[in-house]
């Protein structure tokens, strides 16, 4: 399966608590933070979802 790699470019201060939770699960904990997952549905949503806060690239 495909390979995602996102970095956190922006703050989820004052962000709905929804988004705020939706980048918590992706895995960040700090800003400009890097993370490689697979490329699920399930990802693929929540990166759509918060996509204003992060830089995806595919791998």
Do not use: C, W, Y
């Not at 922006?10 to 700090?30: C, H, M, W, Y």
């Amino acid at each position: 399966m495909a390979k995602v790699r996102m970095t956190q470019i922006r703050s989820t201060i004052d962000r709905p608590e929804n988004q705020k939770r939706t980048v918590r699960a992706l895995g960040f904990t700090k800003l400009n933070q890097t993370i490689e997952v697979e490329a699920t549905p399930q990802i693929q949503g929540m990166i759509n979802k918060v996509s204003h806060l992060l830089k995806v690239e595919n791998i």
